[in-house]
Each structure stands twice: as C-alpha cells, then as structure tokens.
C-alpha cells in the first residue's frame, strides 16, 4: 500500500496566523481527502482535495478557512487560516489508491495546537 | 447519507482473551466499503481490515476479522490473543460508492484497554 508523509507532526500556533500541513504520497492516487479530528471526537471530512481544480468542501467547511491545493497526484496541502483556539485538533490526511478502494491510507497527522 | 454507530464507548479485555467491538451501518448505496482502524495515543490511523458489500466472505487479516452481517446491516470487528498493544480507540468507517467514492464516514469510536 502507499505511504504518505505528512508534515509538520505537531505544531503550536498563536491565534490569528495561518499554518499550512503538507502530505506527499509515494505513489499516485486517484483521491485525496483532509480531515478535522477535535478533542475526543470522531474523524470529519473536511474537503476532497481535487488534482488541477478547486477542491470539494463539506458542509461547515470553507475555502477561505481551509484553503487546499493539490498540483499533482501525490501531493497536496491544507492550510488553517487565521487560527483561533477552536481550531485546535488533528488534521489527517488520507488518499484512495487507482485499484479501487480496499483501503484507504492515512498520513501520521497534524496534532495542531492554538493558543 | 451514509451513517456508521458504534455503541461502545469503552471496552475492557483481559490480555490473551478475545474482544468484539461494535457497529452498524446505514447507507442505501448497494456498493460500499466497511473498513477499520487504530488510532493511538500518537494521533496516526492505522488501517486494520477491509469488508467490500458484494464480498462473500468475512475478511481475516491476522489477529483481526471482521463479522459481516450485510443483512444486520453490522460490521463487527474481532481481535483474538489480546495484546497490551492493542490498546488504542478504534473506528469503524465506510465509503460507499458513486461520487462518495473514497470519502470515509467515521462512527464515534470505541476505546479499547487491554489488562495484563
């Protein structure tokens, strides 16, 4: 299965800069997705990042909050954008292979917190 | 819309005993992908097993299998031999197919501690 390496592991922001969270694939993938984990929560989808367009934002999640970007198909970024306390969680990157989905792998994940 | 429950909150196993960790799903997309995974204190997700609608078997990789009841509409993990590694939170997902292809619905999750 892929890898994918995902960057900065953890990271302590103060409140209204903007960090950006890297993964690199080692092979391409047709799908990449990002990821909100708050405090004790569950996984929520945050945008499918769409290789050469704009990526495909879930409900409570925008483009100026969350900008994304994804230049081939092993790469892409999410960048938290004016951060606030709230937004103090775990990022995740994921990617879905060409062969179909049997399993979808996970980047180590961005433990972010604001302060 | 796809839904996926896990009702157990925490569970306890005695190392070397065998756990079962609960979850059902809904979603009215005839193809889908059940799959879980461990999340430890790290933060990363671990892919465990993967269950595909139309499979006719229930998956087995290792320690872990998956009880599929399609019909129930359950999607069971089983870890057998218990491992003081093992403990972790553990999340059942599913992708269904079409346009969602790939996008992963999370349940709640349910925190494992192993006993020694």
């Known amino acids: 299965s892929a890898v994918i390496s995902q960057k900065p592991s953890r990271d302590i922001c103060q409140r209204g800069t903007s960090l950006t969270i890297q993964c690199q694939v080692d092979?391409?993938?047709?799908?990449m997705f990002w990821y909100r984990q708050q405090p004790g929560q569950s996984l929520t989808l945050i945008a499918t990042?769409?290789?050469?367009?704009?990526?495909?934002?879930e409900s409570g999640f925008v483009i100026d909050k969350f900008p994304i970007s994804r230049p081939n198909l092993t790469f892409s970024t999410l960048t938290v954008s004016n951060m606030s306390p709230e937004d103090s969680s775990i990022y995740l990157c994921?990617?879905?292979?060409?062969?179909?989905?049997?399993?979808?792998?996970f980047g180590q994940g961005t433990r972010l917190t604001v302060v | 819309a796809q839904k996926i429950t896990q009702t157990q909150p925490g569970m306890f196993v005695q190392e070397k005993e065998a756990v079962t960790l609960d979850c059902t799903y809904d979603?009215?997309?005839?193809?889908?992908?059940l799959f879980w995974y461990k999340q430890p204190s790290s933060g990363e997700m671990i892919f465990l097993i993967y269950?595909?609608?139309?499979?006719?078997q229930n998956a087995t990789e290792g320690r872990y299998s998956l009880n599929f009841q399609k019909a129930r509409k359950s999607a069971n993990l089983v870890i057998s031999a218990s491992q003081l590694g093992d403990s972790a939170m553990y999340f059942c997902?599913?992708?269904?197919?079409?346009?969602?292809?790939?996008?992963?619905?999370f349940g709640q999750g349910t925190i494992l501690t192993v006993h020694p």
């Open positions: 092979s391409q993938v047709t799908m």
């Open positions: 979603t009215s997309d005839p193809s889908y992908g």
């Open positions: 994921s990617g879905a292979g060409t062969g179909g989905i049997t399993e979808a792998f």
């Open positions: 269950q595909g609608s139309y499979d006719q």
């Open positions: 997902a599913m992708s269904a197919g079409g346009t969602s292809y790939g996008k992963l619905t």
């Open positions: 990042a769409n290789q050469g367009s704009e990526a495909t934002y």
